[in-house]
């Protein structure tokens, strides 16, 4: 059952965080692969908020592509390794709402062992983690742009997490948050969607490029950089909206702080 924005997926989330405390970073293959500023910036930000880092060097994937592909299976045997290697971790924090919601939401319909569930309830999204379980509110960051916000269909359904991304931009200095019309509308990209279905899913990116524009922002920021992928290449194909930049919130929440 997908979970509304009004029913956040459930997280083990007490006792609550203690100071000093280490938090395990899951870094989704995409990012690791393509993008792996997000995830420098990711661990700049926990630590510059007192928070011990490590990276379990055995991690591979959620499980996701295949899950979502119907290959449980297959998806079952990487959710076991996923939670092998990172049994021993108490927080988790991802970089990824989708990849978050895999573990959350989903880890028990691919394996309802109490601890494949029990590991998959302890992973946080990044943004959720710092406003809802840090308690911070802003990052001391500096972005003067005028920026969109694309929340993915999972951080926002399946996690809940609408109001902390908000919350992380709007104390960024210099910053000019632009709301993005039919906010809630998904971009398309929907992992293997976008292969299988690939009219539709370029159809629905247009209708998310078209909002953009009408927002009037010069940077686009998700906490997926899956979808930004997919909104990013839309734009650069077109000479009247290659200037707009996608940029995953870890990194505006880390720029221009000494």
């Not at 959620?62 to 998806?75: I, K, L, V």
């Not at 908000?166 to 039919?182: A, C, H, I, K, N």
């Not at 010069?218 to 650069?236: E, F, K, N, R, T």
């Amino acid at each position: 059952m997908i979970q509304s924005a009004h029913t956040p997926a459930p997280r083990q989330d007490d006792p609550p965080y203690q100071k000093g405390e280490p938090v395990a970073l899951f870094i989704p293959c995409y990012i690791d692969q393509f993008y792996p500023e997000v995830a420098e910036a990711t661990a700049r930000l926990l630590e510059r908020h007192g928070v011990p880092v490590v990276y379990p060097r055995e991690q591979t994937c959620c499980g996701q592509p295949a899950f979502n592909s119907g290959y449980w299976d297959e998806a079952r045997r990487v959710v076991r390794h996923f939670c092998d290697v990172f049994a021993e971790h108490r927080w988790i924090v991802s970089p990824s709402g989708s990849c978050t919601a895999m573990c959350r939401v989903f880890f028990g319909h691919v394996d309802p062992d109490e601890r494949i569930v029990a590991v998959g309830r302890r992973v946080f999204e990044l943004t959720e983690f710092l406003v809802e379980i840090l308690g911070v509110t802003d990052t001391g960051a500096t972005f003067p742009h005028k920026v969109a916000l694309h929340n993915g269909c999972h951080t926002r359904r399946e996690l809940g997490v609408v109001e902390p991304p908000l919350t992380l931009l709007r104390s960024v200095q210099g910053l000019d948050y632009r709301e993005l019309p039919d906010v809630e509308d998904c971009c398309g990209f929907g992992g293997t969607f976008s292969v299988k279905m690939a009219g539709l899913s370029l159809s629905m990116g247009q209708t998310k490029v078209e909002n953009i524009v009408r927002s009037g922002a010069d940077v686009v920021a998700s906490p997926d950089a899956s979808c930004l992928m997919h909104i990013g290449g839309m734009l650069q194909r077109n000479s009247d909206t290659k200037h707009i930049q996608v940029k995953h919130i870890a990194e505006i929440l880390d720029a221009g702080v000494e």
